[in-house]
Every structure is written in C-alpha cells, then in structure tokens.
C-alpha cells in the first residue's frame, strides 16, 4: 500500500495535478482525438479500453493500440485495461507500463459485451478477486495502478468498495456516479452525492465523471465533490473544446481532426467516422442525404469531402438565413455548433385494459415497399443495407441451410472433407496422421512422399542429402581452436 505522504504525489507530478481529463473511449479515444483533446484544455487522456488477454497474446494488437501510437505530445496518459484474471493483468501490466504513465482497470463498462466477457462493473460484486488483482499488480509493475468504477444503489457499499480497492493499491480512482443499470435510454443523471462520499472516505486522488456538458459543469461538480479532477466522455466526443470553455463551429473542430489524422496515421478508418457522425449529429439530422453518404464513403478522402459539403450547405445558410439561422427546436444553439446531446427520455410505461403497465416494445423498421419484395416481416437498418447489396439475401432462420456440425467442435464441417471436420480440426488430424485432405487443401502426405522420394532418389544417384542443421561449435572446439567444420 502507498505511504500515506506519497498518495498525491503521483497526480501532483506524474500526472501534472491534471483536472480536465477525456475518459477511455472504446475506438474514440485514439491517438489523434487525444491529442485534438490536448490542443483544447484537456490536461490527462486515457487510451481506449484494452482486452488485457488479447494484449498478452497478439503482437500485432499491442502494436497497433499502444506501441504505434507512442507520441511525446501525448503525456501524461493512463492504458486503461479490461481483466479479470490477476496473472493475465499483471503480464498486460508488464508489457504496457513502458508506454504510459499509469495503468487503470476498467471496472466500470456496462454494456452487454462485458456481461458476456465478465469484466467492467460486472466484476464490482467480486471484492476478493478485484483485491487480489489489483494488489499484484501494485507489488509487480512500475507505474502506478488506478481504477474506474461505477457505484452501487447504496452510497455506504460504494465507499466500502472504494475503500477496499484504495486498501489493494489503488492510487487514484475514477468514480463514475451511475449504477449498471444506468445506460443506453435509461443513462440518467449521475449521483454527485455518491462521488463526494467517496471523495471524503479515501485518501487517494478522485476524478469525477457523469453530468459534465459545458465547462461550467465541471467547475459546479468540482466545487460540490471536492474532487481532484473531471472526466468527461461523450461531453468530449461533441465538443472537444468543452475544457476551454468554447464552443466553436463543428467544421473548425473537424477540419482539425481530420488534420491530426493525417498527421499521425495510421488511424483506422471507423475511428474517424465515428468521431464526424458525434461531431456534425445535430447537423445531419437536417442533410440527411449526406449522411448517408457519409456512412458509404471508403476512405479518409472521402469524409474529409464530406464534411466539406457540411461546412459549405452551413455556410450557405448562414448567409441567407440571417440571425435565425441554423436554430432547432430543443438546441440552445444553431446546429452548426458544436454543443452537447442530450438523450430523449425513456417512454413511460403504457397500462393496459386491466390496469397492469406494458413496457414500450421498440420495433423493427419496415423495408420500403420497392425493397421488400412483398416480405411482411420487418428488418432492421443493418439487414435493409445487406439486403441492398444482395437482394437474394435471405433472413428467414426457417429457410436458411443448415449445416452439419464438426464432430469435435461444433463449428460447421468441410462439405467434403474426409475426416467431417471444420479446417481447423482437420489441419489437426491431418497434420498428426499425415494425411491428405483434398477438400480443405491439405496435402500432408503427398509432401511427405515428395520429400521422401527426393532423398531416395539423391541416395541412388550417390549424391548425400544435406545435412537439416549446420554443426554447432562446441566448448572443447573453442578451446582447442577448432571450428567445427
């Protein structure tokens, strides 16, 4: 556990005593958008969520999310990593703690995909684990280790947990003030009672993350939790001036990016994409067809000309709409600014004919009547668009072709494979009994034969095959000047 009289010190000088942080984005909080955030108040940045197993395992995946993306401009920054197995963390730890100036566990995702690969806030009820894992990884590394994590319904078991991971090693803590439950329609709005809590039950650094929109609200939420410092997320993601206190044109905003991004690639295509679609929202809910075609376009060329179009049909209105131009109902300012989004709320329950509530079914869009063939089933957007570049595409589970199974993994067989096998355990058995697989391309023997036959064929001739491994030097050759040649 950290001494007492060195806990700050890690914010005050690793981190710079940072106040205004962007917090970890999965595929939003890139190299280029960090450092667009950095030119604009933004005092600390998080990478993106990184799976730690995957990081341990793939070379290429540390390289193209951490080792690439090494820039001196980009300091201070936190690798945020998603585990839930000690040694796994700790060997991710291990391979990052170069590259960054701390490492924090993700204990804060809520979405489905970390139900499933049970980590994020669905760790928060495995206290022992999370102990065990976090102070490990304090023992093993040489940066410091943080945590972000969401809070429970009871403000009592939130300063508990919290006090448990500072008790583990944990040298700064994120506390995100919305339960797991809180996401997607039903976001609402974040407990600062519960992050002050905290604040003052630790004596660790805080950052406070929920509710922030403008600056002013990081300045309130300062000032109410008595924290250290404010993340904000998709705050940043519409307004990457939002710690500056400015709210500029969205094209000034994009046009930037999209020069970072050239500056610095490679960046991945979607990453950027995804950042003009949270830039240009309000915007392209009126040009809908370039929306449209932002979502077509193949490459970097053709958003940054997108985008371009945007900028000039604003222009173009502002020109002529004189002071009421570009205002929508529901936005405090033209939608060419680039200011936050809120989310509608959620559809009250409706009640039934005996008095009971029905919850509000969300349904399916309806394929337009020239593309839906006479279907009366509803697809969605994504199976619209599938369907327009196959128009034989065919969705019904009835009538799709069924497969039979691999005998060893369930994975769909080789129609003609000689084991009935998937590739994959067919490369296995193939390659153990060397044997020949013609309708996975698998041709074992036959090498094994050709290589045969080649030797025979040099023994007959008289010519000696060459030796597989040229002779090592030994110690007693080295000794008596011998090379072993």
């Known amino acids: 556990m950290t001494k007492p009289g060195r806990r700050f010190e890690f914010w005050k000088t690793t981190l710079r005593g940072a106040r205004y942080v962007v917090a970890p984005m999965v595929d939003q909080s890139e190299l280029a958008w960090r450092l667009l955030s950095r030119r604009h108040g933004a ?223 490679p960046c991945t295509l979607s990453y950027v994409r995804a950042h003009l679609f949270k830039l240009w929202h309000h915007t392209l809910q009126i040009h809908k067809d370039l929306r ?30 004189g002071e009421e131009a570009g205002q929508v109902v529901g936005l405090p300012f033209p939608h060419w600014i680039c200011q936050p989004y809120v989310r509608p709320v959620p559809k009250a329950p409706v009640a039934n004919s005996n008095g009971t509530e029905v919850k509000a079914v969300c349904h399916k869009r309806a394929l337009s009547q020239e593309d839906s063939d006479g279907a009366s089933d509803a697809l969605s957007k994504n199976k619209q668009k599938k369907k327009a570049r196959n128009p034989h595409k065919n969705f019904c589970p009835e009538q799709k072709p069924k497969y039979i199974k691999c005998e060893q993994c369930g994975n769909p067989k080789g129609n003609h494979c000689v084991f009935n096998l998937c590739r994959g355990c067919c490369k296995k058995k193939a390659h153990k009994e060397v044997a020949d697989c013609p309708s996975h391309g698998l041709r074992f023997k036959t090498k094994s034969r050709g290589l045969q036959e080649e030797e025979d064929g040099g023994l007959l001739n008289g010519t000696p095959s060459p030796p597989t491994d040229p002779p090592q030097r030994t110690d007693c050759g080295l000794r008596h000047g011998l090379t072993g040649t």
């Open 43 to 265: 005092e600390l940045c998080y990478t993106p969520m990184l799976h730690a197993q995957v990081f341990v395992r793939d070379a290429n995946y540390r390289k193209d999310n951490l080792y690439s993306e090494v820039c001196p401009e980009d300091r201070p920054l936190i690798t945020q990593f998603c585990a839930n197995d000690p040694e796994v963390f700790v060997q991710a730890c291990l391979l990052a703690q170069d590259y960054c100036d701390a490492i924090d566990l993700n204990l804060g995702c809520p979405q489905m995909i970390a139900k499933r690969g049970h980590y994020g806030v669905f760790l928060q009820d495995e206290w022992e684990l999370l102990e065990k894992m976090v102070k490990l990884a304090n023992e093993k590394i040489s940066v410091p280790i943080t945590c972000k994590i969401r809070v429970f319904n009871k403000m009592e078991e939130t300063v508990q947990y919290a006090q448990m991971l500072e008790k583990a090693g944990c040298q700064l803590l994120t506390v995100h003030g919305r339960t797991k439950d809180q996401k997607g329609p039903a976001t609402g709005i974040a407990s600062w009672e519960h992050i002050k809590a905290v604040r003052n039950a630790v004596n660790i650094p805080v950052f406070a993350n929920g509710n922030i929109q403008h600056l002013s609200d990081v300045e309130q939420c300062m000032e109410e939790t008595g924290v250290q410092g404010v993340m904000s997320a998709e705050g940043n993601l519409h307004n990457p001036a939002l710690f500056e206190g400015h709210s500029p044109p969205v094209w000034e905003m994009a046009e930037e990016y999209l020069e970072v991004v050239s500056q610095y690639p």
């Open 292 to 321: 449209e075609e932002l979502a077509k376009v193949k490459n970097l060329q053709g958003l940054t000309e997108v985008s371009r179009q945007l900028r000039l049909r604003c222009q173009e209105e502002i020109t002529n709409g």
